[in-house]
């Protein structure tokens, strides 16, 4: 499958700590996308981040991406309730004209 | 704007309906499309739509159509539906190809 892999499934943290979810892919990229999703709800844009880059931030937000292992991660610091949604890898993958969403991370944050 | 507008939010039909969901964005983005999600999955790409053609079809059943009168609007019209099909049906538009994509609210749509 050119899904990509998410792992873990689900976590359940409480506020404050950090959250760290991961994604591997199985083909070359051109870019990868990191979207969140509140329940039942639009997907949000969080970070892209380039096959030629290897560390992105945005506020509380830090994506790495390691094109030899075929991975990337997301680290929310300091988290908040708010922060309590599903969060989905998104591939672009060279030759291919669509993103290919991974299975997702299901992120709990308990006060 | 960075909005990307849906309608109608809710939506039940029969097997037998003809309807149509809508979708808007005034971005200028060039690339469009559709997703079906099912709950706890991941979105499932529909169609692409490049510069106002389609570019991909993710071979879709042909009772799904969908149509791009401009460079603004999406539509995606529904007819003889399954019950299976109920949804949640995602819009979403980005610059170009491969892009960051915003999307809209969605679409609940059951199907009886």
Known sequence: ?111 | DTEVTQTPKHLVMGMTNKKSLKCEQHMGHRAMYWYKQKAKKPPELMFVYSYEKLSINESVPSRFSPECPNSSLLNLHLHALQPEDSALYLCASSQFLLYEQYFGPGTRLTVT
């Open chain 1, 1 to 111: 499958s050119q899904q990509g892999e998410e792992d873990p499934q689900a976590l359940s943290i409480q506020e404050g700590e950090n959250a760290t979810m991961n994604c591997s892919y199985k083909t070359s990229i051109n870019n990868l996308q990191w979207y969140r999703q509140n329940s039942g709800r639009g997907l949000v844009h969080l970070i892209l981040i380039r096959s030629n880059e290897r560390e992105k931030h945005s506020g509380r937000l830090r994506v790495t991406l390691d094109t030899s292992k075929k991975s990337s991660s997301l680290l929310i610091t300091a988290s908040r309730a708010a922060d309590t949604a599903s969060y989905f890898c998104a591939m672009a993958t060279e030759g291919a004209q669509k993103l290919v969403f991974g299975q997702g991370t299901r992120l709990t944050i308990n006060p």
